[in-house]
């Protein structure tokens, strides 16, 4: 057990390699390490350790119903702050959203989009609280959401051009003879490529969001070792990190939105593009 | 006299690596917004749609440097 002097002292986390023993980036503290660090050995707080992401995700879902179901309450004509707050935010990604699927496909796929785009902006913003992190600072939390658009999309391509029609746009679609010949190109190349799509989604949340925790560590650390100069053994420090701050807020926004926006392209992707083609004539008609 | 480290994150390498690679996003990422601009000047009323298509374009560029400083987090 440490004395609370230590506890004190730790005000920059250390991310140990638990298999190699080298040290790793300093971190920003969070509640769930700071406890595991005072009591080492204790059983409940190993375990917490353990799942620290999975109860920062929990905590996110909580705060995300709080808010949205205080916002939807009483809904009525004239909203109130929150009401209107959450109106912005949804109609924002709504308008996106349309714009690329068309409003009818749109309203059909907006509940997974919409609810990915929240849930990834609460947990990116999550980091910022004082004594949390970000569950998305991890592989594996951005992994699971990669995977969660891997399945959807590729259910909705099942669903929307049937099997048969499924494959043949994997093949690229083949009409003409040069098609079928290229079929040997076209299989592989776009396999691995609806592999590749989410694994890039993932890396990019993923080291996003890790770097961003990275900064705040590393200039926590700076400005501690500054006033460490003058007063030795102290737990403030100059607020180096506060200009990241306002990175940090800006970039979890954009990628919680670029997530979101690349799943909607994804799914525009594998839904069948031919009525979009007799729509396209049909105003070019109008128009000539 | 100690042995010389042969993992590839211990050398010098990999940070000529991710240096490398921030050029380039940065040699991208400067493209796109002054296209940018210049399509915002010629249409002032359009700024609003442009500005999120740059923005959306300008977090796409920046994944293939972030890509190249994940592999310093998995060593």
Redesign the interface.
Known sequence: MHSLQDILHLHVVQAS?AD?GKSGPPLPPDIISMIHHWGEGIWLFERMYDFKYQIYILITIGLIYLVFSRAGRNASIRPGRLQALAELLIEAVYG?VEGILGPKDARRYFPFLGTLFIFILFMNFLGLVPLMASPTANILVTGSLAICVFLYVQYTGLVRQGVKGYFFHLMGEPRDPVGWALVPLFLPLHILEELIKPL?LA??L???V??KEILLGVLLLLGIWMVQGFIPGTFIGVPLHFPAMFLAILLGA??A??FT?LATVYISLVLPHDDHHGEEHGADGAAH | MEPVSTLLSDSAAYHLGLGIAAVGAAMGLGWSVSKAMEAMARQPEAAGRIQ?AM??GC??I??LA??A??SS?I?
Do not use: P
Request: glycine share 6%; net charge neutral; with cysteine.
């Open positions: 390699d190699s996106i890039s890396c990019r993923y080291g996003n890790y770097g954009i990628q939105l670029v926006l | 999120t923005i959306i977090a796409f920046e994944a972030i890509y400083l994940i987090f060593r």
